[in-house]
């Protein structure tokens, strides 16, 4: 399917379509599908991926919200060979889609934040994810402790993926042209590897209360669930700042604080 310039890109859906050759090339070169794979692409848009993708694919499956693409993208594909789910992504069941999704797309930069965090909660049924979105962002998903951009995105992406930038987009590539850089992310779930914590709820309302007022020491930000002696126990010194901290510090403190709550009962 020919990308469509007639269809104008909505606002409200953070529409910016990917029409750069070579860097098209180059997504589909990262992503490396093979024909049998398990393929979910979130908002297809014009089908600047889908195309190459289904020369490739046995089948793909698609995730898109605008009803307008929705149908011409049902008029251009066959059923047997494109599975198009008409949703919003921040709504759709992952787990629906069975065990070793590999998830694609060209993410609304409005709600990348959101949708990542539910895209986090079916990592046991993904693969692998390649996402393009907002420099920004990945650079602050990617960020490793005590550097400016580690905050409380990397510490919960990072608790449950592996990533890594895989090469940047610069704004020409898209039509309407954004006014900012993008970048392509690979995460790959962490599966057996990954760290657990005896209450993730907790783990996060402390790595939000952490990072609530970075400028802020630790002492102060979570004095609602540590106190002096407790920061000693941990280890941890109270002056630091929130990004000081590992996602292994965040997740002994969940369970210290957890442990405290159980012995309390």
């Excluded at 848009?45 to 919200?65: D, F, S, W």
């Excluded at 066959?78 to 993410?107: E, M």
């Excluded at 490793?144 to 995105?153: I, Q």
Aim: net charge neutral.
């Amino acid at each position: 399917m020919a990308v469509d310039f007639r269809h104008k890109a909505r606002k409200r859906f953070g529409q910016n379509f990917l029409v750069d050759r070579q860097i098209i090339s180059a997504i589909i070169n990262a992503i490396h599908p093979q024909p049998a794979d398990n393929l979910v692409e979130i908002g297809p848009g014009l089908g600047a991926l889908t195309t190459p993708l289904l020369q490739i694919l046995n089948h793909l499956t698609v995730i898109e919200i605008d009803r307008d693409i929705v149908e011409q993208l049902r008029r251009n594909y066959p059923q047997s060979k494109l599975t198009v789910h008409s949703i919003d992504a921040l709504q759709f069941d992952f787990s629906a889609l069975g065990g070793h999704q590999r998830i694609v797309g060209n993410l609304p930069y409005n709600i990348s934040t959101p949708l990542l965090f539910h895209l986090s909660q079916f990592s046991p049924w993904i693969l692998d994810m390649h996402f393009m979105l907002q420099k920004e962002v990945v650079e602050r998903m990617v960020a490793e402790p005590s550097t400016p951009d580690y905050g409380r995105l990397s510490v919960m992406l990072q608790y449950r993926f592996a990533m890594e930038q895989v090469f940047t987009v610069p704004p020409e590539s898209f039509r309407p042209v954004p006014k900012v850089e993008s970048a392509i992310v690979a995460m790959w779930p962490l599966g057996k590897d990954a760290p657990a914590t005896s209450d993730e709820a907790l783990f996060s309302r402390i790595v939000t209360a952490a990072f609530s007022q970075r400028r802020k020491t630790l002492r102060n930000t979570l004095s609602a669930y540590l106190g002096n002696e407790d920061f000693n126990c941990l280890g941890i010194d109270a002056g630091q700042r929130a990004e000081n901290l590992t996602v292994q510090h965040y997740i002994s403190i969940a369970d210290y604080c957890w442990s405290k709550s159980q012995s309390n009962i």
